[in-house]
């Protein structure tokens, strides 16, 4: 972060409640494998035309951070991210703390294949040995099961499959198998796709753009010589969760969080510029109001490596912390598409249909930061729009700001549903 000024000491009691993380405090103002999302669902796509308007406080905010470019754990943007995180939470009466924490991240230095002396450039897949290899391109048929290796012959050549149907981990042993000393996986769709292999494979396995698909064609009608370059590393990356919360307020009743960082390439509008920015504006709307006081807002970083940030608080968090917790509300990707999803906790639910019957509920257990408050114990509820077109890509740049709105009035009136409850949610 930019910000050069000394830590200022935390209370003793939310030194314990996060115990063993690192955390820098700011003072109070005068008044965030690969994780994959939950699968593509029923809801109406929109046309990402809208921008952000004056009326939509949420909306301005998704733009300043998609302004910021993408938004990669580890990387200085995340500095600049967290700063106008916490500058806006502060304006709106909120103290605000960093939760740093480190793990592994595997790291793309820029890895590419050469084809007939032309360079094209594309991603290693996450878990891929480094190497750079000069062989035959060889095309096999399909997606790379066994079956399909068993008819063409990939011992000494690198291999080239197209995307789908079975794990990305299973090809690469298919191919290792089969005795191809490097893999290819060209999307099945346009553009190119980050993934985890999630698991050990002794070969390089590089990931291509589905407009590279010619290649497959290429190498069939002729003898291919290329040059596989996968240039990775593995390197320790620090990440910053940002939290907010009203001065004194050690022990919330509900934890409104969502992840701010966004994967390489992609300026993450509504993954999760959106969720981050509703949980901004949910505050902003409770500031003032005695329910605040019973509240905590977290900006989740690292979720898109595996759950970093969240894994890190839950697993910091004194356990009394946790079960006095009646709801952690998760919030990802809700900035387009017209149905409004919700999963989780069966009595969240229930509550959330009961506020806005308008709300669709569908199996979100996992695959965001719910998971781990999910895990410990904690009633979750994850708040969804599906996919669309965009995801984890370069145009994911605009979100609708009437959704983001509508998201935010949903939240409020389900958090304050949970607060005015006589009994917590059941577990």
């Not at 048929?141 to 149907?165: M, Q, S, T, W």
């Not at 409770?286 to 807002?297: D, E, H, M, S, V």
């Not at 695959?367 to 994850?382: E, Q, Y």
Request: charged fraction near 15%; aromatic fraction near 6%.
């Amino acid at each position: 972060m930019s910000n050069k000024k000394s830590p200022v000491q935390l209370q003793p009691t939310i030194q314990l409640l996060i115990a063993g993380a690192s955390v820098v405090s700011f003072g109070v103002a005068g008044c965030t494998p690969q994780p994959e999302k939950v699968q593509a669902l029923s809801s109406t796509p929109l046309t990402q035309t809208q921008t952000a308007t004056n009326s939509s406080r949420a909306g301005a905010d998704v733009q300043a951070l998609v302004k910021l470019g993408p938004r990669v754990a580890g990387t200085p943007v995340m500095d600049k991210a967290s700063t106008y995180l916490i500058q806006e939470y502060r304006k709106a009466g909120y103290v605000t703390e960093v939760q740093t924490f480190s793990y592994p991240k595997f790291q793309d230095l820029g890895s590419n294949i050469i084809v007939g002396g032309t360079t094209i450039k594309g991603r290693a897949l996450n878990g891929s040995q480094a190497g750079k290899i000069t062989a035959p391109l060889v095309a096999v048929p399909n997606v790379g099961r066994i079956a399909d290796f068993a008819v063409v012959d990939v011992k000494g050549a690198i291999a080239l499959v197209e995307r789908g149907e079975i794990r990305f981990l299973e090809k690469a042993q298919n191919a290792q198998k089969a005795g191809a000393i490097g893999l290819v996986i060209v999307n099945n769709q346009s553009g190119n796709f980050p993934g985890a292999l999630g698991g050990e494979t002794k070969i390089p396995v590089f990931a291509l753009a589905g407009e590279q698909g010619t290649l497959s064609d290429r190498a069939q009608k002729q003898r291919l010589e290329v040059t596989l370059n996968v240039n990775t590393r593995q390197a320790n990356v620090t990440g910053r969760n940002v939290i907010a919360h009203l001065k004194g307020v050690t022990q919330p009743s509900v934890l409104l969080g969502g992840h701010y960082d966004s994967v390489p390439d992609s300026p993450g509008a509504n993954d999760n510029a959106s969720g981050t920015a509703v949980v901004l504006d949910i505050a902003r709307n409770l500031a003032g109001t005695p329910l605040a006081r019973q509240t905590w807002f977290v900006a989740f970083d690292g979720e898109e490596d595996g759950l970093h940030g969240s894994r890190a608080f839950v697993s910091k968090a004194e356990p009394q912390f946790l079960q006095s917790l009646k709801a952690m509300l998760n919030f990802d990707m809700v900035g387009v598409n017209n149905n409004l999803l919700v999963g989780g906790t069966e009595n969240l639910t229930t509550l959330a249909q009961a506020a806005n019957p308008g709300v669709s509920t569908f199996g979100g257990r996992g695959g965001s930061d719910h998971a781990p408050f999910a895990a410990a114990d904690v009633p979750v509820l994850f708040f969804y729009r599906g996919q669309e077109p965009n995801y984890h890509s370069p145009n994911d740049k605009q979100v609708d700001p009437k959704l983001l709105d509508e998201t935010t009035q949903v939240g409020l009136d389900i958090v304050k549903r949970i607060l005015i409850s006589d009994r917590a949610p059941s577990k």
